[in-house]
């Protein structure tokens, strides 16, 4: 059974800081790996999404890697800022379309 | 842009008694999930529907909850009969059938069971 790891589980840092957010999986036959962002009480918002035969994705001031022979991915984000703010979930999907999520690395950042 | 619609946002019952959610997936989403996110914790699927069949429910507690997509459009999850232990955020999520295509979420409906 796929488990999914994700180190910190909480980050507190200063505005403007860049930040390594980790990710691990047991299973390394994965379809594609998703990072998401959810705020309080909300539902998720998907960030980046890596194919298993990309290694990395960029998005604005964020950028995810994946190894996938490792089972390990990364989402870095520069110059964070307060809006940053949140839970950061990592999501790894199968051959049938399941994505199984790890725990979350919950996110301040301090004006 | 398109969304997925969830009601109620929030829900407060007593424990024994029924509840039940529903989730509007974005048009032409034939894929449908349910997921069950305990505080502090990442979603974990319940179910999963492709158009009006289920494709996987074997982590649904079948003796107390079910879930339908009759029309193979929106869908019904319920609990029946609630349990203190079922507190949690509820979340669907929708996807185009396509093996590159990710999973939109719905702002989900958190329960509280007193």
């Known amino acids: 059974k796929q488990e999914v790891t994700q180190i910190p589980a909480a980050l507190s840092v200063p505005e403007g800081e860049n930040l390594v957010l980790n990710c691990s999986f047991t299973d390394s036959a994965i379809y594609n790996l998703q990072w998401f962002r959810q705020d309080p009480g909300k539902g998720l918002t998907s960030l980046l999404l890596?194919?298993?035969?990309?290694r990395e994705q960029t998005s604005g001031r964020l950028n995810a890697s994946l190894d996938k022979s490792s089972g390990r991915s990364t989402l870095y984000i520069a110059a964070s800022q307060p809006g940053d703010s949140a839970t950061y979930l990592c999501a790894v999907m199968d051959a049938g379309n399941m994505l199984t999520f790890g725990g979350g690395t919950r996110l301040m950042v301090k004006p | 842009e398109a969304e997925v619609a969830q009601s109620p946002r929030y829900k407060i019952t007593e424990k024994s008694q029924a509840v039940a959610f529903w989730c509007d997936p974005i048009s032409g989403h034939a894929t449908l999930y349910w997921y069950r996110q305990i505080l502090g914790q990442g979603p974990e699927l319940l179910v999963q529907?492709?158009?009006?069949?289920?494709?996987?429910d074997s982590q649904l507690p079948k003796d107390r909850f079910s879930a339908e997509r009759l029309k193979g459009v929106d869908s019904t999850l319920k609990i029946q009969p609630a349990e203190l232990g079922d507190s949690a955020m509820y979340l669907c999520a929708s996807r185009l059938t396509g093996a590159r295509e990710t999973q939109y979420f719905g702002p989900g409906t958190r329960l509280l069971v007193l």
């Open positions: 890596i194919q298993s035969s990309q």
């Open positions: 529907f492709q158009d009006e069949s289920v494709v996987d």
